[in-house]
């Protein structure tokens, strides 16, 4: 057993010691489950081991997705075979210049015309000019980092990273104090330093690292640096809105041992009015089709007052429809509350400055529940 910064989270959060004598749950969750228990490499640890004979700096854009393209298909046989138990770890040379060198030097090329997120703002981020909606330049900041107690049961104590800033402008954000600020009041860290937090949160007893925000997504390239100065086993968590484009899930679909995405709406007026974000629907369901693909996921949703017809049962419809009810789980959350601008002007946000009724609750997980959605025990 890993020491623990402070003693009893297991009085906190006995679910999360007695979630794991589900079978069920470590079934669908059987790739994070063995790599935070140490059983099997984390994907970044594989990504790490996979040669590439071309120095990426020496490439065009192009070739360099030609390079990465070529080292994904390497990549997905040696991780199958190191899942089938037909490798281990162990038997990889480490090479000069590997998979994951590729994705870094991706991620510093799309930093110069930015396309992390589907707002695609072209913004040279790596000179020092800021994104339209998430204003960063090419720095990262953290708010903070700890043992997190609060997430679903499977993730606690889960070793939680807070990136400043965001690309959503959510109308009723919780954390708009480092999400909706252009003044950046958290630390500022390399991707070294990142790393060194992630090794103390897993030394101290964290099951996963858990990247949010805000959102994690304008910091892809110092995450994806971060794994390269990282040298301990853990499962990484993307915790997101998931509104990345392609180019930004294919870096991390090879790096990701565990998607926990934020499904907020079930069609784009909402999304627009609500977080203006332009394209919702069609992009997040694509990348949820892509990312469970690729690794263990847990979607998250809010459940918003007066959204059950528009968002909550389209959201779940879609759900039971397109993923593998085999493999996902679903959070249906009751604990929405006004807050930021909805808090500030009640009157004009009158359809979300209430709670969720019980009501709408039942209703909600009754239709999951008929639909076949398994949403328990993740609370
Ligand atoms: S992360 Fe998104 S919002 Fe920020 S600059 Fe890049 S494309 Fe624009």
């Known amino acids: 057993m890993r020491r623990m910064l402070?003693?009893?989270?297991?009085?906190?959060?006995?679910?999360a010691v007695q979630v794991w004598k589900n079978q069920d749950v470590i079934r669908r969750l059987s790739w994070y489950y063995k790599v935070m228990k140490d059983i099997k490499p984390a994907k970044f640890m594989i990504a790490k081991r996979i040669e590439v004979h071309d120095?990426?700096?020496?490439?065009?854009?192009?070739?360099?997705w030609d390079l990465h393209d070529k080292a994904a298909k390497d990549f997905r046989r040696t991780f199958s075979d190191i899942k089938n138990d037909n490798l281990t770890l162990s038997e990889l040379e480490k090479p000069k210049t590997s998979f994951l060198d590729v994705k870094i030097e991706l991620t510093k090329r799309m930093l110069k015309k930015c396309?992390?997120?589907?707002?695609k703002c072209m913004v040279d981020r790596a000179n020092g000019h800021l994104g339209l909606v998430c204003k960063l330049d090419y720095k990262t900041y953290v708010h903070s980092w700890f043992h997190h107690l609060g997430e679903e049961s499977p993730l606690v104590p889960s070793g939680t990273i807070f990136y400043g800033s965001c690309n959503f402008r959510c109308i009723y954000c919780q954390n708009y104090d480092i999400s909706q600020t252009e003044i950046y009041s958290g630390v500022e860290v390399t991707a070294k330093e990142l790393a060194v937090i992630q090794k103390e949160l897993r030394v101290n007893g964290a099951r996963n690292i858990n990247h949010v925000g805000g959102e994690p997504t304008p910091n892809l390239h110092t995450i994806v640096e971060s794994l390269k100065y990282l040298d301990i086993n853990v499962p990484q968590l993307w915790n997101s809105n998931m509104y990345l484009t392609v180019e930004s899930m294919k870096i991390l679909v090879d790096i990701i041992d565990i998607w926990l995405p934020d499904f907020k709406y079930g069609n784009n007026e909402c999304a627009m009015r609500l977080s203006s974000a332009p394209k919702y629907f069609e992009t997040v369901t694509r990348n949820l089709e892509i990312a469970?693909?690729?690794g263990d996921m847990i979607i998250r949703h809010l459940v918003l007052p007066n959204h059950l017809e528009c968002c909550t049962k389209p959201i779940?419809?879609?759900?039971a429809k397109n993923l593998p009810k085999d493999k996902v789980l679903v959070n249906i959350m009751?604990?929405?509350?006004?807050?930021?601008?909805v808090a500030k002007h009640p009157s004009k946000w009158s359809?979300?400055?209430?709670?969720p009724t019980h009501k709408e609750m039942v209703e909600a997980y009754s239709l999951a529940k008929s639909l076949g959605i398994a949403f328990e025990p993740v609370s």
């Open 351 to 355: 359809e979300i400055a209430r709670r």
């Open 6 to 15: 402070f003693g009893s989270w297991i009085l906190y959060r006995p679910d």
């Open 334 to 341: 009751a604990q929405y509350r006004p807050e930021y601008l």
């Open 115 to 119: 396309i992390f997120c589907e707002r």
């Open 292 to 294: 469970i693909k690729h």
């Open 316 to 319: 779940l419809r879609w759900i």
């Open 55 to 64: 120095d990426p700096r020496k490439l065009d854009f192009e070739g360099l």
